[in-house]
Nanobody, 116 residues
Framework: HVQLVESGGGSVQAGGSLRLSCVAS????????MGWFRQISGEEREEVAT???????YYDDSVKGRFRIFKDGAENTVYLQMNGLKPEDTAMYRC???????????WGQGTQVTVS
């Protein structure tokens, strides 16, 4: 059983930066694929970036070159560094873990990012 808690969201002007953090507890997160997703109310959830157990990463085309996902093993934390933020990045960002293999089944509560 894995618990995920996000932090780091907030309001920022276009062009600014934010770093989101997701702290995992309850089991070692290093065995799992981890990901960041975002959702605007009334729209479908979007996969933003993921990192697998070998450190391989995936980014949605809309964030390539601006966002970076990485882990800090000592703190059981996965980060999303967001640079060059745009108003269209405004959304609720949620961290997720694939603990069973094949789908993201553990989710955090989310942290709001607003870009104006």
């Amino acid at each position: 059983h894995v618990q995920l808690v996000e932090s780091g969201g907030g309001s920022v002007q276009a062009g600014g930066s934010l770093r989101l953090s997701c702290v995992a507890s309850g089991d070692t997160y290093r065995r799992f694929c981890m990901g960041w997703f975002r959702q605007i109310s009334g729209e479908e959830r979007e996969e933003v970036a993921t990192i697998d157990t070998a450190g391989g990463t995936y980014y949605d085309d809309s964030v390539k070159g601006r966002f970076r996902i990485f882990k800090d093993g000592a703190e059981n934390t996965v980060y999303l560094q967001m640079n060059g933020l745009k108003p269209e990045d405004t959304a609720m960002y949620r961290c997720a873990a694939d603990t069973l293999g094949g789908s993201y089944n553990a989710w955090g509560q989310g942290t709001q990012v607003t870009v104006s």
